[in-house]
């Protein structure tokens, strides 16, 4: 584990960008049985914000034969409302992955389960995760409507049996799941934000971020998630709680975070549409924004909301790459009853006299700088 996170800006139309990072983490030791754990939580497709995009597992699959690994597996057991898992790999297109590169689909609600002792808990966990060589984890960046946010650690809930899951909820899902990422070994952590959800891990309300994160700390990389969402570490306890087992660091003053690729992938509204997104609209002059800086911003409104119980109000936010170059005689469309224009990221710094700086700025910093400003 190291504490080297790749942040890549992109779509699932350029996946490519990822190999040379792949080629840089730890390699899998040879002949390793390589299992990957995306997120098929419902059997809804990743369009939805809910599951991992089936482009980017095929992608990885890929590399990996290239590289000459064969024993290659997909492994996921999918909420206890769903009988087996079968179902969320046809609607999400894992089985068109299993036919075209041969890679078997493990139901893991089916599989046998051994119970492993840790931090004075037993927890019973698959097989198939226990014996695995090499496990590459791949989440997706979420809200979820209990632990506030959904990516590495809590991934992994998918790799204990439908009875184990219900009882991690009655000891309060946050010492579970960190005892349960401090048990099994993440060898990569491969985060699909491309399409997340702003609110549930159900998906329904869907944001497109386009950028993908790669590591092999699964708690640095939830550390770096929460503050993505608009988030405070203390607002996940789980994470701390998983570095104190040993599972990683949630130290992001310490994290090397190296970006890759363009982040000028215009923000484009979801289907189905995102409608708190769309209720934010009014607020918010978009010019050519990155999806993953308007995402930010509306993590960022959405979290304003959840603490005020209201939306900023008199405020008209101005985001996107339209705003570039300009000067502050340039002029910035107020929205009904505005007193004041802000700026959501570096590309409003000559329009806008206050501004979010950032290229993209996280929800947190939008956040952060929203409440200083209203306060
Ligand atoms: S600051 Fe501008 S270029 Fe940077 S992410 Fe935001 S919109 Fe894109």
Redesign the pocket.
């Given at each position: 584990m190291n504490s080297r996170l790749h942040v890549v800006y992109t779509d699932s139309a350029s996946l490519e960008l990822i190999r040379p990072i792949l080629a840089e983490l730890p390699q899998p030791p040879k002949n390793a049985r390589i299992t990957f754990k995306p997120n098929l939580v419902v059997a809804k497709p990743s369009s939805s914000g809910a599951t991992t995009d089936p482009t980017l597992v095929a992608c990885i699959v890929q590399y990996l034969q290239e590289a000459g690994y064969r024993d290659i597996r997909i492994a996921e057991g999918s909420w206890v409302g769903e009988r087996n898992t079968n179902h969320a790999y046809r609607i999400c297109g894992y089985e068109e992955i299993s036919r075209k590169y041969n890679v078997p689909l493990i139901d893991l609600k089916r599989d046998k389960a051994r119970k492993v002792e840790v931090d004075g808990l037993e927890i019973e966990v698959c097989e198939e995760i226990l014996t695995t060589d090499f496990l590459i984890n791949m989440p997706v960046l979420k809200a979820h409507c209990q632990t506030r946010i959904t990516c590495a650690l809590k991934n992994l809930k998918g790799c204990i049996p439908d009875r184990e899951k219900r009882r991690f909820h009655t000891l309060g899902l946050h010492r579970p799941i960190a005892a349960l990422g401090s048990t099994i070994k993440s060898g990569w952590v491969i985060v699909d934000g491309i399409i997340g959800d702003l609110t549930f891990e159900e998906g329904g309300t869907p944001i497109r971020m386009d950028k993908i994160i790669i590591g092999t700390d699964p708690v640095l990389v939830d550390a770096y998630a929460i503050q993505l969402m608009g988030y405070e570490l203390q607002d996940v306890p789980y994470v701390t709680m998983a570095a104190h087992l040993g599972a990683g660091s949630a130290d992001l003053s310490k994290a090397e975070i190296i970006e890759h690729g363009q982040?000028?992938t215009e923000y484009i509204p979801q289907q189905p549409a995102n409608r708190i997104a769309e209720r934010y609209n009014s607020l918010i002059d978009q010019r050519q924004?990155?999806s993953?800086?308007y995402a930010s911003l509306i993590y960022a409104l959405w979290r304003y909301e959840q603490l005020h119980g209201r939306l900023p109000a008199g405020v008209s936010l101005a985001?996107?790459?339209g705003f570039?170059g300009k000067d502050t005689g340039y002029s910035v469309a107020p929205t009904a009853n505005a007193r004041q224009t802000y700026g959501i990221?570096?590309?409003t710094a000559r329009v806008c006299s206050h501004y979010v700086r950032?290229?993209?700025p996280s929800a947190k910093e939008v956040l952060t700088q929203l409440e200083d400003w209203l306060k």
């Open positions: 982040k000028d924004a990155c993953s800086c985001i996107g790459q570039k990221g570096s590309c950032g290229c993209p």
